[in-house]
Nanobody
């Protein structure tokens, strides 16, 4: 059974940093993608960043380019999202996503990130 366990959310001031972690279990990760989505109140869930597990290719949505870094630790089956220069508009619930190509997505429980102005 696939499980995604997130940690690292919290409250931070504008310009601050946070690092989110997501540990995946229950599946041998191959050509899957692990990433982060976020959902702010009243808005749709949007992709933030993703990384291909085997090749390490990354994707960032435009609004976080240059500020966020996604990385992985193969030995720990863990993906990280380092968030720098945080802005109030980054406030959202952040969800870890495991995308198995052509099959399905798995989601974590979500972690709240709040950036105060």
């Amino acid at each position: 059974q696939v499980q995604l366990v997130e940690s690292g959310g919290g409250l931070v001031q504008t310009g601050g940093s946070l690092t989110l972690s997501c540990a995946a279990s229950g599946r041998t990760l191959g050509n899957d993608a692990l990433g982060w989505f976020r959902q702010a109140p009243g808005k749709e869930r949007e992709v933030v960043a993703a990384i291909n597990w085997s090749g390490g290719n990354t994707y960032y949505t435009d609004s976080v380019k240059g500020r966020f870094i996604i990385s992985r630790d193969n030995a720990k089956n863990t993906v990280y999202l380092q968030m720098n220069s945080l802005k109030p508009e980054d406030t959202a619930v952040y969800y870890c996503d495991l995308n198995i190509p052509g099959l399905r997505h798995y989601w974590g429980q979500g972690t709240q990130v709040t950036v105060s102005s």
